[in-house]
């Protein structure tokens, strides 16, 4: 029997922000004063990881406004340390620019771009979608693998939450411990699959870990599919990649399949 067996959650040193805590303010205005202290703890940390995660963006320059804002949300989600949101917003915009290419290599602009023919891609399954990308050849058969293992790794435990896949064989590392009876502190590793809340817990882990690769990979597969559309801007590499750091040409992320 496992140390975390027994009803109930595991005691653990974790406290929540937005949560009023048992405050109870005497005056409206110590309330307001509380609300502005924490919203700048908040974006102090936002802005900190920003300022480490905006170099490494990758570029997609793109005049089509409707993958613009898809690809600005998942962006924006990466800087402010939202890194599930992040992979679904990743999730949301690749699956939708591959929509958005069999639409426009099946159809050829002979039928307009309106939500009722929208529907002719929208009810297929991601499944398949690749395999309309493979027989039009649109994608390396690699790169049709790299995106499979993104449907069934991320976007599918996202989508219906299967939390032991999702956290797989995470372990917390060096964690301390005290024995409520004895009251004795010890280390020790801890696998996140002990409790479905340590499951929880060791996602936000995870998916810090994920998601900047993952926007990577899916902004890669973009760029060579809307190249194919004719809806990506072409010209040099300007001085606004330099100074990001960033050549949309070579956006080669570690996300592999396996």
Same mark, same amino acid.
């Given at each position: 029997?496992?140390?975390?067996?027994?009803?109930?959650?595991?005691?653990?040193?974790?406290?929540?922000? #937005? +949560?009023?805590?048992?405050?109870?303010?005497?005056?409206?205005?110590?309330?307001?004063? %509380?609300? =502005?202290? @924490? !919203? $700048?703890?908040?974006?102090?940390?936002?802005?900190?990881?920003?300022?480490?995660?905006?170099?490494?963006?990758?570029?997609?320059?793109?005049?089509?406004?409707?993958?613009?804002?898809?690809?600005?949300?998942?962006?924006?989600?990466?800087?402010?340390?939202?890194?599930?949101?992040?992979?679904?917003?990743?999730?949301?915009?690749?699956?939708?620019?591959?929509?958005?290419?069999?639409?426009?290599?099946?159809?050829?602009?002979?039928?307009?771009?309106?939500?009722?023919?929208?529907?002719?891609?929208?009810?297929?399954? #991601? +499944?398949?979608?690749?395999?309309?990308?493979?027989?039009?050849?649109?994608?390396?058969? %690699?790169? =049709?693998? @790299? !995106? $499979?293992?993104?449907?069934?790794?991320?976007?599918?435990?996202?989508?219906?939450?299967?939390?032991?896949?999702?956290?797989?064989?995470?372990?917390?590392?060096?964690?301390?411990?005290?024995?409520?009876?004895?009251?004795?502190?010890?280390?020790?590793?801890?696998?996140?699959?002990?409790?479905?809340?340590?499951?929880?817990?060791?996602?936000?882990?995870?998916?810090?870990?994920?998601?900047?690769?993952?926007?990577?990979?899916?902004?890669?597969?973009?760029?060579?599919?809307?190249?194919?559309?004719?809806?990506?801007?072409?010209?040099?590499?300007?001085?606004?990649?330099?100074?990001?750091?960033?050549?949309?040409?070579?956006?080669?992320?570690?996300?592999?399949?396996?």
């Amino acid at each position: 029997m496992s140390r975390f067996d027994g009803p109930g959650v595991p005691r653990v040193g974790i406290e929540s922000k #937005f +949560s009023p805590k048992g405050n109870n303010f005497e005056t409206i205005e110590d309330h307001r004063k %509380e609300t =502005i202290r @924490i !919203l $700048d703890e908040i974006f102090q940390e936002s802005r900190t990881n920003a300022e480490i995660l905006i170099y490494e963006l990758p570029i997609l320059d793109t005049h089509n406004s409707v993958i613009l804002h898809l690809y600005d949300v998942a962006c924006q989600c990466l800087l402010f340390g939202l890194y599930g949101a992040a992979n679904m917003q990743t999730s949301i915009l690749g699956e939708f620019v591959i929509r958005y290419t069999i639409f426009k290599k099946q159809f050829k602009n002979e039928i307009p771009f309106t939500s009722a023919n929208w529907k002719r891609v929208e009810n297929l399954n #991601f +499944s398949a979608l690749l395999w309309k990308l493979r027989d039009e050849k649109l994608l390396s058969i %690699e790169e =049709i693998e @790299i !995106l $499979d293992t993104f449907r069934k790794n991320v976007r599918n435990n996202y989508a219906h939450f299967k939390l032991s896949d999702l956290a797989g064989d995470y372990v917390f590392k060096k964690m301390k411990f005290r024995n409520l009876i004895t009251q004795e502190v010890f280390v020790d590793d801890l696998p996140a699959s002990v409790h479905p809340f340590f499951q929880i817990l060791s996602k936000n882990n995870i998916d810090k870990e994920s998601a900047l690769d993952n926007l990577k990979m899916i902004v890669s597969i973009a760029v060579k599919l809307l190249s194919d559309t004719g809806d990506i801007l072409q010209y040099p590499v300007s001085s606004k990649n330099k100074s990001l750091g960033v050549n949309p040409s070579s956006s080669s992320p570690k996300y592999r399949s396996s």
